[in-house]
């Protein structure tokens, strides 16, 4: 055997030319394809061709060039097996030892808005994948790199002697990190373009984003991970202006911050603490829209996070530097308002575009599961309304409640929730019984909830939160209807003079 032998071969050529020339100085041949070995002997390096090795030309457009025995025994060959080396031997095949590929920009590809399908299945890499799979099968006798982040340490270990074993398994992992997502990001694209929903496997993938300093509490490890294809108004495409690194729990707070606020096409200002909204108000201007949000719960919004759907400027900044919050999200921030908040050193400001998008599936771990569904997107325009009691709603209750319901949907089930004047005023979150969740929302609201409406994310199996709600001076209810008890609730409501809507859907959140 002569020289070791490297197969260089990547789509990716940032620090190719420098790794090669440092592997030719340790002794290395190399070997390459297409447009990577044209880019070497560019650079001055003296490159053997794929066809040297196997002896037969790239055919069918660069379809079938690696994918030949003398390239696979090379890297499948284990050194230390008599019988393998003797069979690499009888047939003049040599033996491969460091593999450097990364693969077709398939995701790049469908990325691109007017990709053809024709266009990506052609970016669909199938000589790279075997090659990496082989290597990394072999990873004792053979080191496989798949990431430029990578060549520094590889060279490091070459010049001084130190032992290939450890990294060359840490690689190996890599290796088939990077193959599996490639091939999930094949597979979904095709699933999707078979218009398949939930075929009877899913491979999903992600990208970590960081490593975070804990999770939900200090003794729990957590990271951040990203959708390879997000949509932009997400909190994973936030831009961070300013402040320390977000934690596990200002990432699930923030994104229900997000969330809530893109429910609205009129100025809007969201407050939320423990992924609950505590605030939400709208109005003619975003002062207007943060002064009612902040009205409606000024004790829980303190070391809240708040999120809005237009520019804030120095006057809206200047009441949120009145307090501390923990993060700020808008979709972007006049040069005033980062003057005035910039000045608190641990408030996040995170720029993030806030619009709606397509629906997206949402993913719920269970022990030994996961749980698919369509996220909650259905919006109050879509509903068919059906007043169910003797008395109609007003204009000013019409709007409230349809502002209502657009953010009881957001909140922990079981959920009810009160607003009055385009702000909530009362919510009750995440209780066993809808009366419980009300009578917490109706004492939250006090003396503002006479004259409110009430939304509830499910009917009411009694006619007791319609008694609580008289109680409180409530005039109007909005909520799906379904119990078999309805009439109980309807009779009520209309001995009381309150108005009722039925939207006959639920919005469970759990």
Not at 346 to 358: F, S, T
Not at 407 to 415: C, E, G, I, P
Not at 467 to 477: F, K, L, M, S, V
């Amino acid at each position: 055997m002569g020289n070791k032998r490297a197969l260089i071969s990547v789509s990716n050529k940032t620090g190719v030319i420098d790794f090669a020339k440092q592997l030719t100085e340790l002794g290395y041949d190399v070997i390459s394809t297409g447009g990577t070995k044209k880019a070497l002997e560019e650079a001055g390096l003296n490159v053997i061709s794929i066809s040297e090795i196997t002896h037969f030309p790239e055919v069918l457009d660069g379809r079938v060039k690696t994918l030949h025995p003398n390239v696979h025994a090379g890297l499948l060959a284990k050194r230390d097996d008599n019988h393998h080396m003797a069979a690499l031997k009888e047939q003049a095949i040599e033996t491969i030892d460091l593999v450097v590929v990364n693969l077709y920009p398939f995701k790049e590809t469908i990325a691109k808005e007017d990709v053809s399908f024709e266009d990506a299945i052609e970016n669909i890499d199938i000589g790279g994948p075997a090659m990496l799979r082989a290597a990394a099968k072999n990873h004792q006798d053979v080191t496989v790199v798949v990431d430029p982040a990578d060549y520094d340490t590889v060279v490091d270990h070459l010049k001084d002697s130190i032992s290939l074993e450890e990294l060359n398994r840490r690689l190996a992992a890599k290796v088939y990190r990077h193959t599996a997502q490639y091939d999930a990001l094949v597979a979904n694209y095709l699933t999707k373009e078979a218009e398949e929903k939930f075929p009877e496997t899913k491979t999903v993938t992600y990208e970590r984003q960081q490593t975070l300093r804990y999770g939900e509490n200090p003794h729990q490890s957590a990271a951040f991970y990203k959708q390879p294809f997000a949509e932009d108004s997400s909190l994973v495409n936030a831009n961070q202006l300013h402040g320390k690194e977000l934690s596990y729990n200002n990432i699930q707070d923030a994104d229900s911050a997000l969330t809530i606020v893109k429910e609205f096409d009129e100025p809007a200002a969201v407050a939320v603490k423990h992924t609950n909204p505590c605030g939400v108000g709208i109005g003619h201007t975003l002062k207007e829209a943060y002064d009612r949000a902040y009205n409606a719960d000024p004790v829980s919004i303190f070391g809240g996070i708040v999120a809005f759907n237009r520019e804030v400027d120095e006057v809206v900044a200047q009441d949120l530097s009145q307090i501390f919050l923990e993060i700020v999200i808008a979709p972007s921030f006049t040069e005033e308002a980062l003057n005035i908040l910039t000045q608190k050193k641990n408030i996040r400001l995170l720029q993030v575009p806030v619009h709606r998008g397509e629906p997206q599936e949402k993913l719920s771990t269970v022990s030994g599961g996961l749980l698919i569904q369509d996220e909650d997107r259905y919006v109050a325009s879509d509903m068919q309304y059906d007043v169910v009691t003797d008395r109609e709603p007003s204009d000013e209750e019409w709007t409230n409640m349809k502002f209502a319901w657009k953010v009881m949907k957001h909140v922990k089930s079981n959920a009810i929730l009160l607003a009055t004047e385009k702000q909530t005023i009362g919510v009750g979150a995440g209780q066993m019984n809808r009366v419980g969740a009300a009578n917490i929302a109706i004492e939250q609201a006090g003396e503002k909830a006479k004259g409110a409406v009430m939304a509830s994310d499910a009917f009411f199996p009694m006619d007791d939160t319609v008694e609580a709600a008289h109680q409180a001076g409530i005039r109007a209810i909005i909520q799906p209807g379904g119990s078999k008890r309805d009439v109980d609730s309807i009779k009520k409501c209309n001995e009381y003079g309150i108005a009722m809507v039925f939207t006959g859907v639920r919005h469970f959140k759990h």
